[in-house]
């Protein structure tokens, strides 16, 4: 059980159909939320508009969620990391993922395999760019310093920059069992997508099992709140059926995979096939209304207020509240999870 559930907001990836999302963010900063997260897929990247949202705002924490491993060489994202982290007074939260192979190698032209390795060698190379206790070096495999072989002139080297911080926190985006538990060990909290808080001991126990007292579990959740119930499920089926059908290949979807440890392998399977089929609208229709509801804040707000003892029942940390807008919803969430 969460001691305080925090809440922030997850505003999600920069579209142009969206534009800016600024007064949302004050808003939340306004009404006390504790943090703002942005995303990034094959499209914007996801500190651009952080530090758009960081130079209008002056409290509220500011988070990935998250950038992706194989966009930038761990040294520019820990330059990238540095850099809004000063720039905001220190109120970088750095959300990291590996993403999956049709992104990686199709987007990206990196090579997928080994993401739990390539993690682990990632984030040690930001914080050794961070510390700057000594030039930073790295035996590889997957990402050597200096670079072996090209002009064969590589030098170690150390940031000309000193960090506000030599330590800010590190999140991990995972969903496999031995990526959630690779975040327990080696970061200061997990990003969950597509959690329900009745199921993370069951799901996910084992692998949060050595997690520190302070690590931080922050979710996302879609939230809409709404007289017509019926009608907000159905929206949150939409993004439900395009990462069970969509984000990831037929054989190799980590979406998929999770949502059948939720319980629902069959319904998933069924919704993929007709996503990849070209039915998307039958898809989204089959995506199952207890599993929308189970990981999201659905209905009018007394319904919410129920469903919010879920999370502050579960180990989750953070609720990261996304789709809502508008300051007097938010004011009215935010009233919920301190009453």
């Given at each position: 059980?969460t ?10 990836y ?84 590996a ?23 990632y984030?040690?190379?930001v ?29 170690p080297?150390k940031?000309?920059?000193h960090?506000?911080r ?65 009608s ?28 059948g440890r ?63 807008r ?14």
């Amino acid at each position: 059980m969460t001691a305080e559930l925090k809440l922030g907001i997850n505003v999600g990836y920069w579209q142009r159909e969206v534009d800016d999302q600024t007064e949302t963010v004050l808003a939340a900063e306004r009404c006390g939320y504790d943090s703002v997260f942005t995303a990034e897929a094959y499209g914007s990247d996801a500190f651009t508009p952080l530090t758009w949202y960081a130079a209008r705002t002056s409290r509220i924490k500011l988070g990935t969620a998250v950038v992706q491993l194989s966009a930038r060489t761990p040294a520019a994202t820990a330059m990238h990391a540095l850099t809004l982290d000063a720039l905001s007074g220190g109120r970088l939260i750095l959300g990291v993922g590996a993403s999956g192979p049709q992104v990686v190698e199709g987007w990206y032209g990196q090579p997928f395999p080994k993401p739990l390795a390539r993690t682990r060698e990632y984030l040690d190379i930001v914080r050794q760019v961070w510390r700057r206790d000594a030039p930073v070096t790295s035996e590889g495999p997957h990402y050597p310093l200096p670079y072996p072989g090209g002009a064969e002139l590589g030098k170690p080297l150390k940031s000309i920059v000193h960090p506000v911080r030599p330590e800010i926190p590190v999140y991990l985006g995972a969903e496999g069992p031995k990526n959630v538990a690779l975040s327990a060990e080696i970061a200061q909290g997990w990003l969950p997508l597509f959690v329900d808080p009745r199921q993370i001991d069951t799901v996910f126990g084992a692998s949060l099992a050595g997690r520190p007292d302070d690590f931080e579990i922050a979710a996302t959740v879609t939230t809409i709140v709404t007289d017509d119930l019926e009608s907000a499920l159905q929206f949150a089926k939409v993004p439900l059926a395009f990462y069970i059908g969509g984000m990831g290949a037929r054989d190799r979807n980590f979406h998929l995979d999770l949502i059948g440890r939720l319980g629902y392998a069959e319904e998933a399977a069924r919704v993929q096939d007709l996503f990849l089929a070209g039915r998307r609208d039958e898809a989204i229709k089959a995506v199952p209304d207890e599993l929308a509801d189970s990981i999201s804040l659905l209905g009018p707000i007394g319904r919410i207020k129920e469903r919010l003892q879920l999370w502050r029942d579960s180990p989750v940390t953070t609720l990261l509240i996304a789709g809502v807008r508008d300051e007097p919803t938010l004011r009215a969430i935010k009233e919920l999870a301190d009453s």
